[in-house]
């Protein structure tokens, strides 16, 4: 991006200092920087001794075979022993370890001793069913309490766990199965959501009949609603479970034995199987929830709004929360049932401070209005987050003044399923933060942005995003695939890890995201990411989302072509459209000015709230649209389709 683009993109310029009182008790200070720059494998081997060993690593990092790396490879623990058995022999069996909240409005509460019970007895239930250490497990289950038993029992036999998002369909699931090899299947009848209950057993069955090594399926009833059922195949988690002992005995495994597989769609075919390992993923995913979120067990509530079935799901409510003793809220539903008004009645509840959630969601909820978590009592916050995509400048903005009662810290968190756990962010004790920027790497990690020839770009440019030393929490590989692992992040800019995110650097160094390196336009020979227009589009009070793409056009290579929500009390009109042309040129430069704007009421998302672009751009240059699969709502492109007039 030219740096006279960029001087005009970048124009955020509010600040905000860390409240005195969370900056004199942070858990982290500025010093963790000081201290990780002069030794960086010293301060992780400090901090896997926040875990409970079996056997004490002597090694830190083992980087002899790049890009494979070994984190703590002599060291032996077992990790379900480190998020659950540690706090009852420390003395806090009878802290809540998770609330969990249905949809429907039923809840219990369950503590580190009661949680302790249910995984060994989980655990037993699976060597009954003859899974052993190194078998694959696929997960396929709603966000109830029981999947994270199920998850840490997994854990804790050595057998590696694959979730699958409940929301994928039989085909996902059958390729994920196959490609893991699993032999178990995890699943329950159905969960709530969207206020009825919906049946997942039906995709498990289909899923299995197109693959033939699973040898049972172990099935959790949650709504009640008939199922078929395949005797001597399938076995009900609450008959088998209630006959083990609620002794086992967890075993130690080392450090780099594989922890669970994470299937993240690439850019083409298949689906890649992330994997991660033990001892360096649990030390970071452990450190990065004690040092983002400030976490306080003996007083916090945290509330992750993830789903399982996503890494956010693995890192911030199995693996880091629990590894730290953290009692939590698990929600089954959605935020709209039975009201807009749920996520706060659920914070009022269990007086959660800090929450943890996605733009999407906070632009939904700046949509639906003000005036609906001013209803409710938010005043236990004290922290909030967010992670998944660019959040815009008016998105932080609203979060902070409407949920954060104008005080909280935000902690912009950048990583992925492949890092495994946080990689940039603000510190809440000690950053002083910008809305809309992730800003700086944690104490301990590598990041910088480099242009095409994978330069260093100076302060104030943009270019893509790498992680320039190897950290604990990182992939292994893709399971499976040692060849497209390094091709995929390994191969773009010799011995540096290749996010695909583009992203600049300010005055400061500090560096704001810009989106997938797909998402950037090449407008008369500028790129400009669709991220900041989208942002400056938003930062109208007319509009609540946009979604821009770059479309090809004949005299300047792409066009920018932007898909805009009105806010509630807005309307369609020849004259706001022009507005919103000249606000976009105010406040991003005339260059940036879409050709087209179109109104629309949905956007096209994934399950995990990312925009597929790539739909929106297939109707901005007249094409087909592709494959929609992956869609949270399938139905989405036609709505859009039929809000457009027919010339587009
Ligand atoms: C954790 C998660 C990873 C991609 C990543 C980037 C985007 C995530 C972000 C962010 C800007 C943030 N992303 N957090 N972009 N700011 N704070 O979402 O993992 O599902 O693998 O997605 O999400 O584009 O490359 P995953």
């Not at 030219?2 to 600040?15: D, P, Q």
């Amino acid at each position: 991006m030219s740096n006279e683009s960029l001087a005009n993109l970048l124009k955020e310029e509010r600040r905000f200092a860390p409240p005195a009182e969370l900056a004199a008790a942070a858990n982290v200070t500025a010093a963790a920087y000081a201290q990780a720059s002069e030794d960086r494998l010293g301060f992780w081997a400090e901090q896997a001794r926040r875990l409970s060993w079996a056997v004490e690593p002597t090694e830190t990092l083992d980087w002899s075979n790049p890009p494979f790396a070994k984190w703590f490879a002599d060291g032996k623990l077992n990790v379900a022993y480190n998020c659950v058995d540690r706090h009852v022999e420390a003395g806090n069996g009878d802290r809540v370890a998770i609330h969990f909240e249905g949809e429907p409005g039923d809840s219990r509460s369950i503590t580190y001793a009661q949680l302790k019970d249910e995984v060994s007895q989980a655990a037993n239930a699976l060597l009954e069913l003859g899974v052993t250490k190194g078998d694959r497990v696929a997960v396929y289950l709603p966000m109830i309490a029981e999947a994270v038993v199920a998850i840490l029992a997994c854990a804790r036999i050595g057998a590696t766990h694959s979730v699958v998002f409940g929301g994928f369909s039989a085909e996902a699931l059958a390729s994920r199965i196959e490609d893991a090899d699993a032999k178990l299947v995890i699943t329950a009848d159905g969960g709530y959501r969207r206020g009825k209950p919906t049946a997942l057993k039906p995709a498990v069955d289909e899923a299995i009949a197109r693959v033939d090594r699973v040898e049972h399926v172990l099935v959790i009833r949650r709504t009640g609603q008939e199922i078929s059922w395949t005797e001597g195949r399938d076995v009900w988690w609450h008959e088998i479970t209630e006959r083990q002992s609620t002794e086992h005995t967890p075993e130690a495994h080392d450090a780099e034995h594989p922890l669970f597989i994470l299937y993240t769609s690439g850019t083409t075919g298949k689906p890649k199987g992330i994997l991660h390992t033990s001892g360096g993923y649990l030390t970071q995913a452990s450190y990065t929830h004690h040092a983002v979120f400030d976490l306080k067990p003996e007083t916090d509530v945290f509330w992750c709004t993830a789903d399982i079935g996503w890494v956010t799901g693995h890192s911030y409510i199995v693996y880091g929360p629990l590894s730290n003793g953290a009692t939590q809220v698990i929600y089954e539903g959605t935020p709209d049932t039975p009201h807009q008004g749920r996520f706060w009645e659920v914070i009022q509840k269990y007086g959660v401070t800090i929450l943890y959630t996605a733009p999407t969601a906070i632009r939904t909820f700046m949509k639906w209005g003000d005036d609906i978590p001013a209803k409710f009592d938010l005043s236990s916050l004290r922290l909030l987050g967010s992670v998944g995509e660019p959040i815009n400048p008016e998105a932080w903005i609203w979060y902070r003044e409407h949920i954060g009662a104008g005080k909280t810290p935000i902690v912009d968190t950048w990583w992925q399923t492949e890092t495994g756990a946080i990689m940039i962010s603000p510190l809440p004790g000690v950053t002083e933060t910008k809305p809309g920027s992730a800003q700086r790497a944690l104490p301990g990690i590598a990041a910088t942005v480099v242009d095409d020839e994978a330069r260093e770009v100076a302060n104030g440019s943009g270019g893509y995003l790498v992680l320039t030393e190897p950290w604990p929490s990182m992939l292994r590989t893709i399971w499976g695939d040692d060849q497209r692992y390094i091709d995929t992040y390994w191969s773009r800019f010799e011995g540096r890890y290749f996010a695909g995110d583009g992203a600049k650097k300010d005055e400061d160094g500090d560096i704001w995201l810009l989106g997938r390196v797909d998402d950037v336009m090449l407008v008369s020979g500028h790129n400009i990411s669709t991220t900041e227009v989208e942002s400056a589009l938003v930062g109208h009070p007319a509009v609540a989302e946009s979604a821009v793409v770059g479309a090809t056009d004949a005299t300047t290579g792409q066009a920018i072509v932007a898909f805009v929500i009105l806010r509630g009390t807005a309307t369609d009109s020849e004259e706001l459209v022009a507005e919103l042309r000249d606000h976009v040129g105010r406040t991003l430069g005339p260059i940036a000015k879409p050709k087209q704007i179109k109104v629309v009421s949905e956007l096209p998302k994934t399950r995990s709230g990312k925009i597929m672009r790539r739909l929106l751009r297939d109707i901005a240059e007249g094409r087909e649209v592709g494959d929609t699969t992956t869609l949270a709502d399938s139905s989405v492109m036609n709505l859009i389709q039929s809000q457009l007039p027919s010339a587009g």
